[in-house]
Nanobody, 124 residues
């Protein structure tokens, strides 16, 4: 059974970088396609990025394309979100999840087994 634990958030200044991690304590993550969402106060949860089970395919929200990179760990049990050139508007709680819908989806209803979230705060 999938049990996701996400970590790596923190408080940084605009232009800095952070790397978020997502680990499946059930060690079944390699069977799933994965993604990251984020939710800022007063806003809906929004799609950020997704990676295939092999790590060979990815897709991103336009707002993070070119700045963020999603990847799988060597053992496929971990995924990472490398966030560069952070902006204050990137401030949110970030959640990892598995894709339960079709590859290419950005709909929150097509993701499940959510991690507990990790706070990212970017100051100007």
């Amino acid at each position: 059974q999938v049990h996701l634990i996400d970590s790596g958030g923190g408080t940084v200044q605009a232009g800095d970088s952070l790397r978020l991690s997502c680990v499946d304590s059930g060690r079944t993550l390699g069977n799933y396609q994965m993604g990251w969402f984020r939710q800022a106060p007063g806003r809906e949860r929004e799609f950020v990025a997704a990676v295939s089970w092999s790590g060979g395919s990815t897709y991103y929200a336009d707002s993070v394309k070119g700045r963020f990179a999603i990847a799988r760990g060597g053992g496929k049990n971990t995924e990472y979100l490398q966030m560069n050139s952070l902006k204050p508007e990137d401030t949110a709680v970030y959640y990892c999840a598995v894709i339960t819908g079709t590859w290419g989806t950005t709909n929150v209803a097509d993701f499940g087994s959510w991690g507990q979230g990790t706070q990212v705060t970017v100051s100007s």
